[in-house]
């Protein structure tokens, strides 16, 4: 329907208007009656009562414009008449109507056998919560919490930590090197760090002895990823410096440590290891918790299971310490360090055969940690 369908008015006595009003009617109510959303309704109402294109206005325009003076007063009653009929009765019925045709709609869209909206609990990755349990057996023998960056110095990941420039002992630990650099100093040269070791460093330039803190981080290698070795994965460091701390604090430390993680059944053992920034240094075994020693697949038969690194600071480590911190004297003072794999002890608590199962996101594996 367009305006153009308003015919102009040729006669104006009362008869004239009255046939011409009652066909205004009979047209607006056969549109209403086809009205049946909210949405035709807005149609129908913009097509009539429209500021601009409305037909109302149109009518104004074409028959009181036109009227003779003396038929114009008769005219204006009947148009506001008419108006008055559009406005209330119609758009008011109409309004009704269309809102119980939408709930009628509503209702049918409801359907109360299907199954309701599923708000999934969120919960801690077991590599986070693993880590946590790690930090929170520390806190408890009075350890603080440290924190270091990703992108780490060369000096803070290798040369202040007893890896010299050139070292073969480098070599254990490739890993990504940020790319154009060649202009700076090899110690300031920015690479993903291959430890949480550094931290060691960061924590003593900041403080003097006593020390212990705990620093949990995520840490980069150049490791071809399989069953158990991932290019990236997760650290717990430990350092302690203080005086007269001797080897036997280490082993009882750890050995408590691995005790609270695993269960008071386990024991440990330490082997003679080598890191440049321990000595002596050495790698801790636990007796292998799915056959209590007796030899089984996953210890390879040897009753025993490697788990972490420690030693006593090398001197060397404190040297660099003592640029920024001269308390750091070997002479006077001593101290332990140690780091753990986190994937590696979350494996091994919960049984888990594939390192990557903590990386992929699938949900039927993470939501056994709920
Ligand atoms: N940083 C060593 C590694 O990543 C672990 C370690 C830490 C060993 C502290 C000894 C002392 O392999």
Redesign the pocket.
């Known amino acids: 329907m367009t305006n153009d369908s308003i015919p102009n008015l040729t006669a104006f006595d009362d008869e004239s208007l009255d046939k011409a009003f009652a066909e205004l009617r009979d047209q607006a109510k056969a549109v209403a009656d086809a009205v049946d959303s909210s949405e035709a309704l807005e149609a129908f109402r913009l097509s009539w009562l429209g500021r601009k294109q409305g037909r109302l206005n149109e009518v104004s325009s074409r028959w009181l414009k036109a009227a003779p003076p003396e038929a114009k007063k008769a005219l204006g009653q009947r148009f506001n008449e008419f108006k008055q009929f559009l406005l209330t009765e119609l758009l008011l019925e109409l309004d009704q109507r269309s809102k119980s045709a939408d709930a009628a709609l509503k209702a049918q869209a409801l359907d109360i056998t299907l199954p309701g909206t599923r708000r999934l609990l969120g919960a801690e990755h077991p590599i986070t919560r693993t880590m946590s349990e790690i930090v929170s057996v520390f806190a408890a023998l009075g350890y603080s919490v440290g924190v270091g960056p990703e992108v780490e110095t060369d000096y803070y990941n290798f040369e202040s ?1 007893n890896f010299p420039p050139g070292h073969p002992a480098r070599d254990t ?1 490739d890993t990504l090197v940020i790319a154009s650099q060649e202009r700076k100093p090899l110690r300031d040269r920015l690479l993903l760090r ?4 550094p931290v ?1 460093m960061r924590t003593m330039e900041l403080e003097p002895p006593p020390v212990r803190i705990v620093i949990p981080g995520k ?1 980069h290698r150049n490791d071809a990823a399989d069953a158990t070795h991932s290019p990236i994965f997760h ?1 717990v ?3 302690c410096v203080d005086t007269h701390i001797t080897f036997s604090h280490l082993k009882g430390t750890l050995d408590h440590a691995m005790k609270a993680l695993f269960g008071s059944a386990v024991k440990t053992r330490f082997f003679p290891s080598f ?1 440049p ?2 000595e002596p ?1 050495a790698d801790v075994q636990i007796s292998c918790i799915f056959c209590g020693g007796k030899g089984c697949r996953k210890c390879k038969q040897s009753g025993w299971i490697e788990l ?4 006593m600071v090398d001197p060397a480590v404190f040297a660099f310490a003592r640029e920024k911190q001269p308390a750091y004297d070997p002479k006077k003072i001593s101290g ?6 986190v994937e590696r002890i979350a494996m091994m608590k919960y049984g888990i055969s594939e390192i990557g199962q903590f990386y992929a996101g699938d949900m039927r594996f993470l939501s056994l940690f709920v």
């Open positions: 930590m630990q291959t430890h949480t070791s060691q840490v650290q460091e430990g350092l890191f920034f321990t240094s972490l690194g420690c030693g332990f360090a140690f780091g753990m794999g």
